[in-house]
């Protein structure tokens, strides 16, 4: 018993680009479908992370391993060798600022993304101009649904750790014994060489005075602590890691509605601490979809997003300031002097970069604001009028201090005295647009396209940018 009558038949995907949606067979650019419940539950602080391994011709790497820093996207490889290669992120049709701090999509809920679409091809150049030149990812979110209201709870708690806790560093005993028999050899090898240049007596007299040289490094390097009898031992390594970097998130919202008024709200919360002492990321926000059907004619809508991020962040890298180059000092330096205080007497060109994690302050703030209201009217049948109006306004304020105390190393200084930043930049991306859709009006707008199908005819949109800087470089 056959219950279809016919050949069956099935739904086409429905995709969206830039001027509306779509099915996915009648689509001719390369666009490439990523559902929000793929991703809803991956542990990562950026949802751009979410995206990797999950769309072809998309490249997605951290560019460190610092929490809450940028992440590297490429579609399609790099266009430009000075230029910036990141793509477009268009959020329920209003483009995100770039931002400061790290992808744009930081500021995103997981949660609150129903599908992304990724445009590859240059066809999305015609809707978002050079913009788009290294590809377009438009994230749909969330929108109510007429029925009874559905609440969503998700919560994750988890750790990270270094994946090899324990490379191999040399102990004080091992690290003295290996530079004693390193300068054995060395006070052999110039006894030895041809023509006894340094005019030593014998062989014991090179050896000495190599070993002496030796002995003199560690007296100065374990400062107060006496190297011979094993008195500090220490461990750089994991003082400069977390062994529990924890990390969770709790995410809360309600969709739902009438006929008329649908609605979606959610809230949420996550932090996360970075394996690298100093270094966490923390994010909460809201976010509020409404539609409603005012009559038979007008269809009215609006979306507003709101985001804090704070990042606790560690010096940029380099070779002296960064936590990482604490495996640098010798493990018979001690990490305090006899008053327990931070050791900063100079010992070698690298200094206790603890001092940086404890006497330092490298912070971030941003706030975002996002939001769009639009309108659908229905002119005559089969002729309807969409406009829309979007916000995007980015606040970052920076901050960075040190203590008053100086700290210097071998040849240089690597502590201001006083010194202090402040940089505060606000941005505003203004877009707005408008787009009469008919079904018959025009029918040919795209070329293969049979009598009959829906056309667009999108004006161009009108972006306005602002920017204001405010810093102080000494205060």
């Known amino acids: 018993v056959s219950l279809v009558n016919g050949a069956s038949r099935s739904l086409d995907e429905v995709v969206v680009v830039g001027y509306g949606t779509n099915t996915k067979r009648d689509i001719t650019g390369s666009v490439a479908r990523v559902k929000g419940s793929e991703t809803m539950n991956m542990p990562v602080p950026d949802l751009t992370q979410a995206l990797q391994g999950r769309a072809a011709g998309v490249f997605v790497e951290g560019q460190n391993g610092k929490v809450g820093d940028g992440i590297k996207v490429r579609i399609r490889g790099g266009a430009s060798i000075s230029g910036s290669n990141s793509p477009l992120y268009v959020v329920d049709g209003v483009p995100i600022v770039g931002s400061l701090y790290g992808s744009g999509t930081a500021d995103i809920n997981f949660d ?23 590809g377009v990812v438009l994230i749909t979110t969330k929108r109510g649904k007429a029925g009874k209201t559905k609440f969503t709870v998700t919560s994750q708690y988890g750790t990270n750790k270094p994946t090899n806790d324990n490379r191999g560093f040399l102990n004080a005993q091992e690290y003295v014994d290996y530079f004693l028999m390193a300068a054995e050899n060395a006070g052999k090898y110039d006894f030895n060489r041809a023509g006894n240049p340094y005019g030593y007596a014998n062989e014991q007299e090179a050896i000495d005075e190599v070993v002496d040289f030796v002995e003199g490094r560690f007296t100065r390097y374990s400062g107060w602590a006496d190297w011979r009898t094993g008195e500090v031992d220490n461990n750089w390594e994991k003082q400069a890691f977390n062994d529990n970097a924890n990390t969770g998130s709790l995410e809360v919202s309600a969709q739902g509605g009438s006929e008329k008024t649908r609605f979606y709200i959610s809230g949420f919360t996550n932090s996360q601490d970075g394996i690298l002492v100093g270094n966490n990321f923390k994010r909460s926000g809201a976010r509020i979809n409404l539609d409603n059907e005012v009559n038979k004619f007008l269809k009215i809508g609006v979306n507003l997003a709101l985001t804090k991020i704070g990042r606790d962040r560690v010096p940029d890298d380099n070779q002296f300031t960064t936590p990482m180059q604490i495996v640098a000092l010798a493990p018979i330096t001690p990490t305090r002097d006899l008053n327990g205080l931070l050791y900063s007497t100079p010992t070698t060109t690298y200094y206790n970069p603890l001092l940086e994690y404890e006497q330092a302050k490298w912070r971030l703030d941003a706030f975002r604001n996002q939001g769009k209201v639009f309108a659908d009217l229905t002119l005559l049948p089969g002729l309807n009028f969409h406009s829309e109006f979007g916000l995007d306004v980015l606040g970052v304020l920076q901050q960075g201090e040190r203590t008053g105390e100086r700290r210097q190393g071998a040849a240089f200084i690597v502590f201001e005295r006083a010194a202090r930043r402040l940089r505060r ?11 009469v859709e008919h079904g018959e009006l025009f029918p040919l707008v795209n070329a293969g396209r049979e009598l009959g199908d829906l056309g667009h005819l999108p004006l161009q949109p009108f972006p306005l940018a602002l920017q204001r800087i405010l810093g102080v470089a000494r205060g």
Not at 117 to 132: H, P, Q
Not at 425 to 435: K, N
Request: proline content about 0%; overall charge negative.
């Open 112 to 134: 609150d993304v129903e599908s992304f679409e990724i445009l590859k091809d240059a066809s999305a150049a015609a809707i978002y101009g050079s913009r788009a030149s290294n």
């Open 425 to 435: 930049i606000d941005q505003r991306l203004c877009v707005g647009s408008a787009a």
